[in-house]
């Protein structure tokens, strides 16, 4: 509440308040600003309402700033790797950390082209694709797209491209393929950082988050092309390691 008795403030209602940052000082009347005060919380306005002799600040929860789906490319339904004509419009998977058993969508029936998200590491060590269970062998990764396309692998085999989160099978399969993969190093699937890059995809920026220790243990999501928010995965993440991650008062992600 911010007084208004005599009329000073009357000019804020045609201010657009709506996500503008407000920062609460206190000190002593008179005293030198802002070295003779204390900040004492900063958060972002939501609205304000004026009521005779005073202004009603309604201040907005960060946590809204989550409430955005992860997937946001879509297919193009052009063909090959935009997708099948039947695609377009659906989104493309993304994944985060290190996930296992993971669907990919088959973006290209004719080539045996799977994605499973926008990119993810380079290294297949570790990371398998099955037929059924079965786990093919990883042949040589290819160099760039026009590699993937123009080079099938050999029959029970699989070839990344990690650049484009792709595979491609070396021949086709009635049967369930799924995917063992990893999106982001080591350090990044730590579920602490793991969150820390979450936060950071969803638009928050690098000065308002404070320093994130490495804690909790490897973990991941993967999203194929649905409309899971980042708070969802964020709290699933957290409540899975133990953890938890909010603002403090100075409006610092943590």
């Given at each position: ?20 940052k ?58 090959g ?16 950390g290190?996930v ?46 026009a ?108």
């Amino acid at each position: 509440i911010i007084d208004n008795a005599a009329g000073r403030r009357d000019g804020w209602k045609s201010y657009a308040a709506g996500g503008r940052k407000i920062i609460f000082w206190r000190g002593d009347e008179g005293s030198a600003f802002p070295s003779g005060f204390t900040k004492v919380r900063e958060a972002v306005m939501n609205h304000f309402t004026m009521n005779e002799g005073q202004i009603e600040v309604i201040l907005r929860d960060r946590m809204e700033d989550f409430n955005k789906p992860v997937c946001t490319q879509k297919y193009s339904g052009a063909g090959g790797v935009n997708g099948m004509t039947s695609m377009a419009g659906q989104y493309v998977p993304v994944g985060y950390g290190a996930v296992f058993n993971a669907s990919p969508v088959l973006v290209d029936p004719t080539t045996y082209i799977y994605q499973l998200g926008s990119s993810y590491e380079t290294s297949t060590l570790d990371q398998y694709v099955r037929d059924q269970g079965v786990v093919l062998s990883n042949g040589a990764a290819y160099s760039s797209q026009a590699d993937m396309i123009a080079n099938a692998p050999s029959a029970g085999q699989v070839r990344h491209w990690a650049p484009g989160g792709m595979f491609r099978l070396g021949s086709g399969s009635v049967n369930e393929i799924t995917a063992d993969r990893k999106f982001h190093d080591a350090a990044t699937t730590v579920t602490s950082k793991l969150l820390e890059k979450l936060a950071l995809d969803a638009g928050i920026s690098a000065g308002d988050i404070n320093t994130i220790s490495s804690l909790g243990v490897s973990s991941g999501y993967y999203c194929r092309g649905d409309d899971t928010t980042f708070a969802q995965v964020m709290v699933r993440l957290a409540e899975g390691a133990g953890l938890y991650f909010g603002w403090n008062r100075l409006n610092k992600f943590f």
